[in-house]
T-cell receptor, first 115, second 108 residues
């Protein structure tokens, strides 16, 4: 079945550095991918919608210059957390829908810890 | 966007049937209802999707009344491994907003 692979699963970085998270659709093409952030005991919060070949659409309150999204191909979207700070520590999850009203597949998530 | 409302938490004993109801009063004609399951530190996993009436697969059933303003996820004979958060989503073209979810705890 369709699978979305997210890498890395866990990363620890120093405050002020940047971290890149990759999201790949393994056996289908995804013109759209979603990026979420999830804090402990809370629901997934949609950060942005990544569109292949065009700019990402960010949700209100999400800084586009801090969370850089690139969707350069039909199977890969990346989220770069720039100048990370401890408050950026969270669980980041990507998702790719098959299209229309079909189910969406989620990556395994990336646990980011900024120290 | 159709907002969803579901109970924050539920407890159930092992072997019982669990029904989780979700309200989505503003669902649009083209929207589907999709349920996901999430374990700690993992991405959500698709459970079931439906448009109207009843849908059943190997893990769950989904009941949707004629007005589609609510839906009920039914998990038959839950086990301890079903302890997770269950999310009800109203999914249109390219929107995937999560509500609060229902934290199900299965008790031995």
């Amino acid at each position: 079945g369709a699978v979305v692979s997210q890498h890395p699963s866990r990363v620890i970085c120093k405050s002020g550095t940047s971290v890149k998270i990759e999201c790949r659709s393994l056996d289908f093409q995804a013109t759209t991918m979603f990026w979420y952030r999830q804090f402990p005991k809370q629901s997934l919060m949609l950060m942005a919608t990544s569109n292949e070949g065009s700019k990402a659409t960010y949700e209100q309150g999400v800084e586009k210059d801090k969370f850089l999204i690139n969707h350069a191909s039909l199977t890969l979207s990346t989220l770069t957390v720039t100048s990370a700070h401890p408050e950026d520590s969270s669980f980041y999850i990507c998702s790719a829908p098959l299209g229309g009203n079909t189910e969406a597949f989620f990556g395994q998530g990336t646990r980011l810890t900024v120290v | 966007l159709a907002k969803t409302t579901q109970p924050i938490s539920m407890d159930s004993y092992e072997g019982q049937e669990v029904n989780i109801t979700c309200s989505h009063n503003n669902i649009a004609t083209n929207d589907y209802i999709t349920w996901y399951q999430q374990f700690p530190s993992q991405g959500p996993r698709f459970i079931i999707q439906g448009y109207k009436t009843k849908v059943t697969n190997e893990v769950a059933s989904l009941f949707i009344p004629a007005d589609r303003k609510s839906s009920t996820l039914s998990l038959p004979r839950v086990s301890l491994s079903d302890t997770a958060v269950y999310y009800c989503l109203v999914t249109g073209a390219n929107n995937l907003f999560f509500g609060t979810g229902t934290r199900l705890t299965v008790i031995p």
